[in-house]
């Protein structure tokens, strides 16, 4: 019993609150707009489910975007959005995997399910805005070759990914800045297809409710780093206090 009461805990009620209307509107605008495409409405309950845990520097966060990538690829590939399938099943799946591991191998010392969060220096920044510059530009080609839908959007999408994801790897509280603007890039595409599919409504309400989640994302992640630097800070300290007090 006070082992299922401390996972319960794990959750502040603000944090269960988010998740639960999550999931309420995920599953109402399913069954509005949609209810034929039952691996839409996985995806979007695996997704939002790995955003909480994602929020709380979890390792089950990545875990489950593995499985979203694969699911919201496929999704894509039925309104040849081929742009959002090579990202997600090329790029996104694969640096969810290398995330996984980092996040394994950085844990918050003796708190197994934190990641230690990193702050990324300047020379790093620029770096990664470059990098993603040049990603940006070959998958234009790319998806050109494809004849991709909607090709302007869906290229801002892979340099919005591609930022998030590469943020998230290096366990920085600005991957779910660069998620909110892929949400927003996203909601845009699947408003676009929702135009000629209603059943795509439900793929953008999706993706306005990762847009919330991971606007709190970011706000916990900073209260991790501020939490993390004044332990680290107070364990430096800790034996000249005691000396002091001898």
């Known amino acids: 019993m006070k082992v299922m009461k401390g996972k319960l805990n794990y959750f502040s009620k603000g944090e269960l609150f988010l998740w639960g209307g999550s999931v309420v509107i995920v ?13 839409t409405l996985a995806a ?9 845990f994602c929020a709380k520097g979890n390792l089950v966060g990545p875990l489950l975007m593995v499985v979203f990538s694969v ?20 790029m996104t799946l694969p640096m969810e995997i290398i995330t996984l591991i980092s996040w394994i191998k950085n844990p918050y010392e ?78 845009i595409l699947w ?19 990762f847009f919330v989640n991971d606007l709190y994302g970011y706000v916990n992640w900073k209260r991790m780093e501020r939490r993390q630097t004044e332990d680290t800070l107070e364990k430096q300290f800790e034996p000249n206090i005691k000396k002091f007090e001898k």
């Open 110 to 187: 003796e708190k197994k399910a934190e990641v230690r969060v990193n702050r990324i220096g300047t020379g790093e920044m620029v770096f990664l805005w470059v990098l993603t510059a040049v990603v940006t530009l070959i998958f234009y080609f790319i998806l050109s070759a494809f004849h991709t839908a909607n090709i302007i959007p869906s290229t801002i999408s892979v340099a919005t990914s591609f930022f998030a994801v590469y943020l998230t790897f290096r366990r920085s509280a600005s991957y779910a800045v660069g998620y909110a603007a892929n949400d927003i890039v996203l909601v």
């Open 27 to 39: 599953i109402l605008s399913f069954f509005l707009f949609d209810r034929g495409n039952y691996s």
């Open 44 to 52: 979007s309950l695996i997704g939002v489910t790995s955003l909480i």
């Open 191 to 209: 408003a676009l297809a929702s135009a000629e599919n209603r059943s795509y409504f439900s793929v953008m309400i999706c993706f306005v409710i």
């Open 71 to 90: 699911l919201y690829g496929a999704i894509s590939y039925t309104f040849a959005y081929y742009g959002e399938m090579i990202t997600y099943l090329g």
